[in-house]
């Protein structure tokens, strides 16, 4: 498998902005999916935003328009651009990245979490 390091996570006060990162290392050839889920206070897991490859972006409801999904594919980074965050955002966040190893085989990983609070 193919580590990922999420970061970014903070406390942060309502109306802010956050950029989380999630770096892949080892022989990547490419990505082909990706995506940003977080897990609220007591509650399951939910997607945020993914990226595929020759499809569409696909963002929760609850971020349309306040969040944006990129990536740099040169340093293998996905990003989650998060702006107008509010209490409910508080979570702790986990990115997923599927893809090619150089040998060819597929790999399919997720980062540690990153926590984000949104509190004043």
């Known amino acids: 498998q193919v580590p990922l390091v999420a970061s970014g996570g903070c406390l942060v006060q309502p109306g802010g902005s956050l950029r989380l990162s999630c770096a892949a290392s080892?022989?990547?050839?490419?990505?082909?999916?990706m995506g940003w889920y977080r897990q609220p206070p007591g509650k399951q897991r939910e997607l945020v935003a993914i990226f595929r490859i020759g499809s569409s972006t696909t963002y929760a409801d609850s971020a349309k328009g306040r969040f944006t999904i990129s990536r740099d594919n040169a340093k293998n980074t996905v990003y989650l651009q998060m702006n107008s965050l509010k209490s409910e955002d508080t979570a702790v966040y986990y990115c997923?990245?599927?893809?090619?190893?150089?040998?060819?085989?597929?790999?399919?990983?997720w980062g540690q979490g990153t926590q984000v609070t949104v509190s004043s």
């Open positions: 997923n990245i599927q893809g090619r190893l150089a040998d060819g085989k597929f790999f399919d990983s």
């Open positions: 080892g022989r990547l050839v490419s990505m082909s999916f």
